[in-house]
């Protein structure tokens, strides 16, 4: 089963916001995230940040595979990553070989890949390529 909930913060909200939604996942006995669209600014999620298990920045609007990865969301990923140095960081959208290194190093250390890996001839090397990347700015 599932242990983790992930809300996108623009999504319409029950009746109490974001805090009745953190709340009532929290009260399910499960993790809570709440992603931001790539237009959508860091700040929207630091009055929830304390309470959350993730925060998870999209890479890519919404709703397509196979979009390209947008590297001028990094910024965010370093703005979360300096108020909150603990806290997992997911990025989605466009990752790839090419590109993981541009996440990991402004602070993203769980990584969402589906084309990049699905797409190609050689999973395991761009899995381990990924892994990498992220243990290398961990370190």
Do not use: C, W
Request: hydrophobic share 45%; net charge negative; glycine share 8%.
């Amino acid at each position: 089963g599932a242990n983790l909930f992930t809300f996108h913060i623009e999504s319409e909200m029950p009746e109490g916001g974001a805090q009745a939604l953190i709340d009532s996942v929290k009260a399910a006995g499960m993790k809570v995230a709440i992603a931001l669209k790539p237009d959508t600014p860091a700040e929207e999620v630091y009055p929830y940040a304390d309470q959350l298990d993730m925060i998870l920045v999209m890479t890519v609007v919404p709703g397509f595979s196979g979009q390209s990865f947008m590297g001028s969301v990094m910024p965010k990923v370093e703005a979360i990553r300096e108020k909150y140095p603990d806290m997992d960081i997911q990025v989605d959208g466009g990752l790839s070989p090419k590109t993981v290194d541009a996440a990991t190093a402004a602070g993203a250390n769980v990584i969402v890949a589906a084309s990049a890996i699905f797409g190609s001839d050689d999973r395991k090397g761009v899995i381990t390529t990924l892994r990498s990347s992220v243990d290398k700015s961990l370190a």
